[in-house]
């Protein structure tokens, strides 16, 4: 069955350094990935979504790459802030959107100052 | 302002009475969906609907039901809540993607 997986544990880093979030998938052949950040009590926010067609994408200190061989995804946060930490979810989705979406259980970052 | 809107936000109730949580969306987005949230476990997909009176099961809808009748809004109903159902259900819409989630509501199965 599908699975997906994500750094279970929490990820801490200092404040500045570069922050590198995994989603691996299996069985499974997404047509795009998203990530989503999630703050506690609250819905997840989206960030970026990546093609199956596209190798890597940026939105200021944000970066996605999607490596359809591999079957994953990295996340990277660049300059990291304290206002960076959150829990970030991957959710690797077929075309059209229209289709029965799946999460992954997500990696809380920390970031200190 | 595009939103999602849960209500209640929080509902602390008894096992076995009948509760329906509202969502509702001014985006005239097609696709909503419903999930729970549970520690260790993440979002999990209850049911979604692609349209008006089309909906279809996620991954964990024993216990749910959903019905559109409109385009806007999409009610989760628990016909007999029982604790397992004690979670954080999110509501979501959107046009082909991303998703835009609502703040979410709290249930607690007494």
């Known amino acids: 069955s599908q699975k997906i997986e994500q750094n279970s544990e929490a990820l801490n880093i200092q404040e500045g350094k570069t922050a590198t979030l995994t989603c691996n998938y299996t069985?499974?052949?997404?047509?795009?990935l998203q990530w989503y950040r999630q703050d506690p009590g609250r819905g997840p926010v989206f960030l970026l979504l990546i093609r199956e067609n596209e190798k890597e994408k940026r939105k200021e200190r944000l970066k996605v790459t999607f490596d359809t061989t591999l079957k994953q995804s990295l996340f990277h946060i660049t300059a990291s802030q304290p206002a960076d930490s959150a829990t970030y979810l991957c959710?690797?989705?077929?075309?059209?959107?229209?289709?029965?979406?799946?999460f992954g259980t997500g990696t809380k970052l920390q970031v200190i100052p | 302002e595009a939103q999602v809107t849960q209500n209640p936000r929080y509902l602390i109730t008894v096992t076995g009475k009948k509760l329906t949580v509202t969502c509702s969306q001014n985006?005239?987005?097609?696709?909503m969906s419903w999930y729970r949230q549970d520690p260790g476990l993440g979002l999990r997909q209850i049911y979604y609907s692609m349209n008006v009176e089309v909906t279809d099961k996620g991954d964990v809808p024993e216990g749910y039901k959903v019905s559109r009748k409109e385009k806007r809004n999409f009610p989760l109903i628990l016909e007999s809540p029982s604790p397992n159902q004690t979670s954080l259900y999110f509501c979501?819409?959107?046009?082909?993607?991303?998703?835009?989630f609502g703040d979410g509501t709290r249930l607690s199965i007494l």
């Open positions: 979501a819409s959107s046009y082909n993607q991303p998703q835009h």
């Open positions: 069985n499974y052949s997404p047509a795009y």
């Open positions: 959710a690797p989705s077929k075309l059209g959107g229209y289709q029965k979406v799946t």
């Open positions: 985006m005239n987005h097609e696709y």
